[in-house]
């Protein structure tokens, strides 16, 4: 039952992706899952609780993620090195739920059940501005450094890879965050 409950929400998630979450309905979900929609009620009481379970199970595993690494006691660069290759593989793991994610969580926040949404943006901004903010004041980074700007630039370009990313591809999520990471840190190191 469990892992049939997974299936499926692996099947709307990839069908929220493709779609959009407003044009997805539960019978293109069954149709696709080879179900009849009303069966999906036997695991799920509507199309609002998957697509609850579906972004509530991707921020988990990714906030898990994320708190070992801030435990770690890395230095920045290095924290913000494994904050990167964390979310490209989550990515990797989730590309149906990143993808979700970007395209839905705007409008989705306003929505009561979807309250943790703002409450994940809010720690994802504190996470990465307070990793770039102790780069800067302990040489890491570049002294004339906007962070925020910086943090925009950085979620915004990794996790938009979720619209062009393909697991099992050519590259692995690891190889892409080295190239990326080469390519951003060499642009906020200090100058010598």
Do not use: C
Request: aromatic share 10%.
């Amino acid at each position: 039952m469990r892992e049939r409950r997974g299936e499926l929400l692996g099947t709307a998630a990839e069908v929220f992706a493709e779609q959009g979450y407003n044009a997805t309905t539960v019978r293109t979900i069954a149709d696709r899952a080879g179900m009849l929609a009303g069966s999906l009620y036997y695991h799920f009481d509507s199309k609002e609780s998957m697509l609850e379970e579906i972004l509530r199970s991707f921020l988990d595993e990714l906030w898990g993620r994320y708190d070992r690494v801030l435990a770690a006691g890395l230095g920045p660069r290095e924290t913000l090195e494994a904050l990167v290759t964390e979310s490209f593989r989550e990515i990797d793991r989730h590309r149906a739920a990143v993808a979700i994610y970007q395209k839905e969580s705007r409008q989705l926040r306003a929505q009561d059940r979807f309250a943790f949404l703002a409450e994940s943006q809010r720690s994802f901004e504190k996470t990465w501005l307070s990793t770039l903010e102790r780069g800067v004041a302990e040489g890491d980074f570049r002294t004339d450094l906007d962070a925020r700007l910086t943090y925009r630039f950085v979620r915004d370009t990794v996790w938009v890879a979720a619209s062009w990313y393909q697991p099992g591809g050519r590259h692995s999520p690891e190889a892409i965050a080295r190239q990326y990471l080469s390519m951003v840190l060499e642009g906020i190191a200090p100058r010598t």
